[in-house]
């Protein structure tokens, strides 16, 4: 191969790592933090870095409201881009619930188990 065919080969695996680092930060900005369980964060502009990621809170309940489904032409998005609405945020919202499920089912076999016992 000559110069002009490697250089090429590697301009186009940077621009892959990069698009695709991109893609992940973007899929991966939605935020939960467990002490404000009944909201999520998403960001509003696009990001530029994880340390410069600029989030509001939007409740629970809308986070993948559409259920991986189209979504309506007239929908204002809460997130920029539509990432609440992503696939990787449909999973986000279920490994939340069943989060919120065994910590509830803990707590309700805690409540039962006699003191006498």
Do not use: W
Not at 5 to 11: D, G, N
Not at 34 to 41: A, I, R, S
Not at 81 to 98: G, H, P
């Amino acid at each position: 191969m000559d110069k002009m065919s490697t250089f090429s080969i590697a301009v186009v695996l940077a621009t892959i790592l990069m698009l695709a680092n991109a893609g992940d930060m973007m899929r991966k900005s939605i935020v939960f933090d467990k002490n404000t369980p009944d909201v999520f964060y998403c960001p509003q502009r696009k990001p530029t870095g994880y340390d410069k990621l600029i989030v509001h809170s939007r409740p629970l309940s809308r986070l993948c409201q559409f259920e991986g489904g189209p979504i309506p032409e007239d929908y204002k998005s809460d997130c920029y881009n539509d990432v609440d609405e992503t696939e990787y945020a449909c999973r986000e919202k279920y490994r939340i619930m069943k989060r919120f499920r065994n910590a509830e089912e803990d707590r309700v076999e805690n409540d039962n188990v006699s003191p006498n016992a």
